[in-house]
């Protein structure tokens, strides 16, 4: 072995050298690098864990946003919908109530011009009437004489019946 | 204040006798001198007229005929009367 130039003693040493080299490497290097590696890979998994879990949590909040939203959409389109019957009737009720108004007001101007009609017509009668009368009273005053006046007070005496009581109680 | 009996009863009778007197008072209005012929048909025609004193009156604005006055009674018999129902008929006429 010697002639071969290899020394026993160097190699056993090189290989107790090697050897603990090897479980002092394996002991405090290897562990705990293995270790912080394991540590770290269960950190990065624990992320993508945590950044999946955020993800699905994202969609869900963006799907009940969606359907919220739809719900609101359809919520405000039925709101709007009632809102719209709801004017309708309430703007038929005042076009109604203004219609009836309308009719109470042409019937009451209707009737107080008929009134007034009414009340002219009467004051013009009573005045011809009583133009009327004026002149035929006048007329008569100025035509009839004495001998006339006591024919017409005859024939009156004539037309009336054949007594005439007067009650004085 | 009290008053006397007997002159409250003599009140009475005054008044008693001065509406008994206004009652009997008949006033005759015609629209012309009334002759003693017409007044004669007047009295068969209303009997009261002979039970009464009668004031005659003219009063030409009646045209024709008689007014009888009997107390507050009015018994209308003349031309201007019957101008004035006439009047009242056209009121009524619409």
């Known amino acids: 072995m010697e002639n071969l130039g290899i020394d026993i003693k160097l190699m056993l040493a090189q290989l107790i050298n090697f050897v603990l080299f090897f479980i002092i490497i394996k002991k405090f290097v290897a562990k705990p690098f293995q270790s912080f590696l394991q540590t770290e890979r269960q950190k990065e998994a624990e992320k993508q864990k945590l950044l999946e879990d955020a993800q699905k949590q994202e969609e869900v909040l963006a799907n009940k946003q969606k359907e919220l939203e739809k719900k609101m959409k359809q919520e405000f389109d039925k709101t709007l919908a009632e809102a719209k019957v709801e004017a309708n009737k309430i703007k038929e009720e005042i076009v109604l109530t203004a219609k009836k108004e309308g009719e109470t007001l042409k019937e009451a101007a209707k009737k107080e011009i008929e009134q007034e009609k009414e009340a002219l017509y009467k004051q013009v009668k009573k005045k011809v009437s009583d133009l009327s009368l004026f002149l035929v009273a006048k007329s008569l005053r100025e035509i009839l004489d004495t001998e006339e006046r006591k024919k017409v007070s005859a024939k009156i005496l004539s037309s009336l019946p054949k007594t005439i009581n007067i009650n004085e109680n | ?94």
Not at chain 2, 37 to 64: C, H, N, R
């Open chain 2, 1 to 94: 204040m009290k008053i006397d009996p007997k002159i409250k009863k003599d009140l009475k009778e005054r008044l008693r006798a001065d509406l008994e007197q206004k009652k009997r008072r008949i006033t005759v209005v015609c629209a012309y001198k009334i002759g003693a012929d017409e007044i004669e048909a007047l009295k068969e025609k209303v009997p009261l007229l002979k039970t009464g004193e009668i004031k005659w009156q003219v009063d030409s604005s009646i045209i024709a005929g008689y007014v009888v006055k009997v107390g507050s009674k009015v018994l209308d018999l003349s031309l201007q009367g019957q101008l004035q129902n006439f009047k009242k008929l056209i009121y009524g006429i619409d």
